[in-house]
Nanobody, 125 residues
């Protein structure tokens, strides 16, 4: 298992930027595909972005493509989500997650076995 702690959420005006961080514990962090998900009130948790263990491949939901960038620093056991040109519809609790099956890449929340506690992102219009 790996423990995950998100930070960096907050309140921002539309068009602004935030960078989320997710700090992981455990030596095996660098083996896992990492993902970001979000959940707005009354809605299901949805995929935002994922990055493979080496950082060589990244994936994005259509709704954030071109605005969000996922990255990771395996030496620091940290994954990031840079969010630019934020919109009110980006308002949600953002969760970091780890896919504990080495080598797998997918966007389903069911693939991710470890989750952080979430960080609130609120975008005002």
């Amino acid at each position: 298992q790996v423990q995950l702690v998100e930070s960096g959420g907050g309140l921002v005006q539309a068009g602004g930027s935030l960078r989320l961080s997710c700090a992981a514990s455990g030596r095996t962090f660098r083996s896992y595909t990492m993902g970001w998900f979000r959940q707005a009130p009354g809605k299901e948790r949805e995929f935002v972005s994922a990055i493979t263990w080496s950082g060589g491949n990244t994936y994005y939901a259509d709704s954030v493509k071109g605005r969000f960038t996922i990255s990771r620093n395996n030496a620091k056991n940290t994954v990031y989500l840079q969010m630019n040109s934020l919109k009110p519809e980006d308002t949600a609790v953002y969760y970091c997650a780890a896919d504990l099956k080495v080598g797998r890449v997918g966007s389903s929340p069911d693939y991710f076995g470890s989750w952080g506690q979430g960080t609130q992102v609120t975008v005002s219009s």
